[in-house]
């Protein structure tokens, strides 16, 4: 039980992350992807006549659970498996984030900027809003997300979606890099 | 009922999302600030696996539950892959997740990522709104 409770490494994640591109592909020929719920969440409630919306999502409800059981699955995790413990981050991180502004180290999110007094804040604009926003926009346009192109994509040897893995991460660079840091200091 | 078992599934892919931290905006931080190799170790290790059995479901030509030959759906290249990728990664590094763990980051009791999960379907809805539009 003692595992439960400890933080997995990576060599125990990251494998059994990757066993659910065969899993879903066996039992129900599903390719594992996660940003097309967000498509069809717009399809079911808010389709309006935009034709990107206008198909049957109730043949793609399966995604619909899978994403049901992500939020699930992590309820579990903090009712029974909680560990109260830091994330053990490399000192340099924490030093830079400090210097950003970042205060709340002792969970798995900064507990200063991820609450709901800062929603109608500039600093919630930029993290709920305007990041938000960038994730479902970009992921739509890019055609998947870390899921779908990273581990499916990359897993069924697809060039297009190395394309799209390595443009995630050089957004991610340099908005980690050359923005936040900047950004924070003035929100934060 | 028959999508009980992707309810389940899902909810093993979010319980390894949260105990193995990947939810976690400070482990990103780290991550594309190339100071923990943590990520990179998670994503490089589940795409070796996905293809190992990828490649063991065509070797020896594995049929699904129902007996159906697997069909892997395949990627076509467009612009979007590199402009909506770029988009994505900004905004992965602001949010901290892509959008499982994001789901994951709200059923973890951060309750206030509810809006940026509702700003991320309002991004996926201006997308098919404006699509016509944009070069792919």
Redesign the interface.
């Known amino acids: 039980m003692n595992f439960l409770h400890q933080p997995w490494p990576w060599y125990v994640a990251g494998p059994l992350i990757g066993l659910i591109v065969p899993l879903l592909l066996l039992i129900g020929n599903k390719a594992f992807g996660i940003s097309s719920s967000l498509r069809h969440i717009c399809a079911a409630c808010f389709p309006g006549k935009i034709p990107f919306f206008q198909y049957d999502w109730k043949k793609e409800s399966w995604n619909l659970f899978f994403v049901g059981g992500v939020c699930l699955g992590a309820a579990l995790t903090l009712v029974f498996f909680y560990n109260n413990q830091p994330v053990q981050l490399n000192p340099a991180t924490i030093a830079a984030l400090k210097a950003s502004g970042v205060q709340e180290f002792d969970e798995l999110m900064p507990g200063d900027i991820f609450n709901w007094s800062r929603v109608a804040s500039p600093a919630g604009l930029v993290f709920f809003i305007l990041g938000g926003f960038l994730v479902g926009f970009g992921t739509r346009y890019a055609g998947g997300c870390t899921s779908g192109h990273s581990i499916m994509g990359l897993s069924t040897l697809q060039w297009p979606s190395l394309v799209a893995t390595i443009c995630f991460m050089a957004g991610g660079f340099i908005m980690t890099n050359l923005v936040l840091p900047h950004l924070m200091k003035w929100l934060l | 009922m028959?999508?009980?078992?992707?309810?389940?599934?899902?909810?093993?892919?979010?319980?390894?999302?949260?105990?193995?931290?990947?939810?976690?905006?400070?482990?990103?931080?780290?991550?594309?600030?190339l100071?923990?190799?943590?990520?990179?170790?998670?994503?490089?290790?589940?795409?070796?696996?996905?293809?190992?059995?990828?490649l063991?479901?065509r070797k020896f030509n594995?049929r699904?539950?129902?007996g159906?030959p697997?069909?892997?759906?395949?990627?076509?290249?467009?612009k979007?892959?590199?402009?909506?990728?770029?988009?994505?990664?900004?905004?992965?590094?602001?949010?901290?997740?892509?959008?499982?763990p994001?789901?994951?980051?709200?059923?973890?009791?951060?309750?206030?990522?509810i809006?940026?999960?509702?700003?991320?379907?309002?991004?996926?809805?201006?997308?098919?709104?404006v699509?016509e539009k944009?070069p792919h």
């Open positions: 028959k999508n009980v078992k992707y309810l389940l599934l899902g909810a093993l892919f979010g319980i390894i999302l949260v105990k193995s931290e990947v939810i976690s905006w400070f482990r990103i931080q780290e991550m594309f600030r100071e923990s190799f943590h990520m990179y170790g998670v994503i490089g290790s589940a795409v070796i696996t996905g293809m190992l059995g990828v063991l479901i594995i699904t539950l129902s159906d697997v069909v892997i759906p395949q990627k076509v290249f467009t979007g892959n590199i402009y909506g990728g770029l988009l994505f990664g900004l905004g992965w590094a602001i949010t901290g997740a892509c959008p499982g994001l789901f994951a980051q709200v059923g973890s009791g951060f309750t206030v990522v809006v940026t999960l509702l700003s991320a379907i309002a991004g996926t809805w201006v997308y098919g709104r699509k944009l």
